[in-house]
T-cell receptor
């Protein structure tokens, strides 16, 4: 599975959009981009995933560049409860266990 | 609550003792994963079950660690002769075999070895 690079930390004002970048320049054609987050002292929580099209759900939007070498997770109206560590993970569906390989993620601090 | 549950939530033990943790996955999920997370790091994969079969083990899983999933339902993770380096959060996750394989995590068991 491809390696990802994320900034270690980011701040965002409450009510504003939080844009979390992720580089995955070695991603291969059958690998998806997944985002999870981990609020302090809880297990990770699935947010969203995508292959090459932009995706949106009730939690966030995922924008993947045309060359698929990077992506951005967008939380449209960040709240204090969105303060967490956000992990960007790339993995394929086929022929593997589905295990997740976490990096160190981005610590997002939402400030009032 | 139909999410993944883990028991106990916290465990303090003395070095050299054995400990066992339990994970109850979401009922229709046939894949089950164990991860370990130390302070300031992302979770690290330990082992994976599909139904009752343990199909992959990480090199992190030394011979002091053993995991089971009898009947493909709940799973247990046992650590024998605990060491201080085993202090960590132990996370369990489950997923369906088909589809996009989102993993749903439990709250974790925090182990402290004194």
């Amino acid at each position: 599975d491809a390696k990802t690079t994320q900034p270690p930390s980011m701040d965002c004002a409450e009510g504003r959009a939080a844009n979390l970048p992720c580089n995955h320049s070695t991603i291969s054609g059958n690998e998806y981009v997944y985002w999870y987050r981990q609020i302090h002292s809880q297990g990770p929580q699935y947010i969203i995933h995508g292959l090459k099209n932009n995706e949106t759900n009730e939690m966030a939007s995922l924008i993947i560049t045309e060359d698929r070498k990077s992506s951005t997770l967008i939380l449209p109206h960040a709240t204090l409860r969105d303060t967490a560590v956000y992990y960007c993970i790339v993995r394929s569906f086929s022929g593997n266990t589905g295990k997740l390989i976490f990096g160190q993620g981005t610590t997002l601090q939402v400030k009032p | 609550d139909t999410g993944v549950s883990q028991d106990p939530r916290h465990k303090i033990t003395k070095r050299g003792q054995n400990v066992t943790f339990r994970c109850d996955p979401i009922s229709e999920h046939n894949r089950l994963y164990w991860y370990r997370q130390t302070l300031g790091q992302g979770p690290e994969f330990l082992t994976y079950f599909q139904n009752e079969a343990q199909l992959e083990k990480s090199r992190l899983l030394s011979d002091r660690f053993s995991a089971e999933r009898p009947k493909g339902s709940f799973s247990t993770l046992e650590i024998q002769r605990t060491e201080q380096g085993d202090s960590a959060m132990y996370l369990c996750a489950s997923s369906l075999q088909q589809g996009s394989y989102e993993q749903y995590f439990g709250p974790g068991t925090r182990l402290t070895v004194t």
